[in-house]
């Protein structure tokens, strides 16, 4: 069965530090891949998605992530990051079998 | 367009109750998911649809079912409720994967089973 893993669970940073969040993904065949963060108390919301093209995908509040289908990786990226992107983030994995797949999350906690 | 509904947003059940949470949007999508939620584990999926007529078990189906008799709706069921079904469930619409653009969550149905 197909997995998304997502390797840190809690991140903590300053404001301003730069951010790199891990996915994962094992099926081996088209993927569509997404980015989902939930601030606190609300349901999810995407941030960024890829279906094919250029590898390197630009989203929402300056968020980018890179598609490396050779590592099956799809890590989630922001140089500097604010308190208000305090959140949990979700890796998620469409495949062919129309199941959207979510990673555990990652929770991230920014200071000022 | 109200997006994806859900309703209730807070219920508490007994074990062995049974409860209806109730799924409805109004985009025309073809795709409804439903997850659970719970900490540290990230959105399971439990059941999904591809259209009216059509369902299908994700990763975590037992104890539950659905049913998908319009395009709007897709209520989850639960008939014996257990402690273990305690979590906030959210659905989810997308049009379909062609054309796909962004997949609607509602707002979640926060379940407690005592």
């Known amino acids: 069965a197909q997995s998304v893993s997502q390797h840190n669970h809690h991140v903590i940073l300053s404001e301003a530090a730069s951010l790199e969040l891990g996915c994962n993904y094992s099926?081996?065949?088209?993927?569509?891949l997404f980015w989902y963060v939930q601030y606190p108390g609300q349901h999810l919301q995407l941030l960024l998605k890829?279906?094919?093209?250029?590898?390197l995908v630009k989203g929402i509040k300056g968020f980018e992530a890179e598609f490396i289908k050779s590592k099956f990786s799809f890590n989630l990226r922001k140089p500097s990051v604010q308190w208000s992107d305090t959140a949990e983030y979700f890796c998620?994995?469409?495949?062919?079998?129309?199941?959207?797949?979510f990673g555990t999350g990652t929770r991230l906690q920014v200071f000022p | 367009n109200a997006g994806v509904t859900q309703t209730p947003k807070f219920r508490i059940l007994k074990i062995g109750q049974s409860m209806t949470l109730q799924c409805t949007q109004d985009?025309?999508?073809?795709?409804m998911y439903w997850y659970r939620q719970d900490p540290g584990m990230g959105l399971k999926l439990i059941y999904y649809?591809?259209?009216?007529?059509?369902?299908d078990k994700g990763e975590v189906p037992n104890g539950y079912n659905v049913s998908r008799s319009t395009t709007e709706d897709f209520p989850l069921r639960l008939e014996l409720a257990a402690p273990s079904q305690t979590s906030v469930y959210f659905c989810?619409?997308?049009?379909?994967?062609?054309?796909?653009?962004?997949?609607?969550f509602g707002p979640g149905t926060r379940l407690t089973v005592l």
């Open positions: 998620a994995v469409l495949d062919n079998t129309d199941k959207l797949i």
């Open positions: 099926y081996g065949g088209t993927v569509n």
């Open positions: 890829y279906f094919s093209g250029d590898p």
């Open positions: 985009m025309n999508h073809n795709y």
């Open positions: 649809s591809v259209g009216a007529g059509i369902t």
């Open positions: 989810a619409s997308i049009k379909g994967l062609a054309g796909y653009n962004e997949q609607f």
